[in-house]
């Protein structure tokens, strides 16, 4: 079941659950005041991962440059037809 955190100015943050994950949720009245409230962002829950997902996750938003030599030699190599007879 989704949950969805909207803030209320009057209130605070509340949240909701919805049976489907389809339709529009950027916006959402108040169980309390009936005020219309935003929708919240939050990022996604990392602290149950480990440490080095994490800063491996975090690394990989942006892309590193890297030199010939730390690529290491060219180990793909071409298959000949002659190890596959039925490919022409």
């Known amino acids: 079941m989704p949950s969805y955190t909207f803030h209320c100015k009057r209130c605070g943050n509340f949240t909701l659950f919805f049976s489907s994950m389809s339709g529009n949720k950027s916006e959402a009245n108040c169980p309390d005041c009936k005020q219309q409230s935003a929708r919240v962002y939050f990022p996604p829950n990392l602290f149950s991962y480990s440490k080095e997902l994490r800063t491996r996750i975090e690394k990989g938003m942006e892309p590193r440059?890297?030199?010939?030599?730390?690529?290491?030699?060219?180990?793909?190599?071409?298959?000949?037809?002659?190890?596959?007879?039925?490919?022409?």
């Open 65 to 88: 440059i890297m030199t010939k030599q730390e690529l290491g030699p060219n180990t793909m190599k071409r298959k000949s037809a002659i190890q596959r007879p039925w490919q022409v």
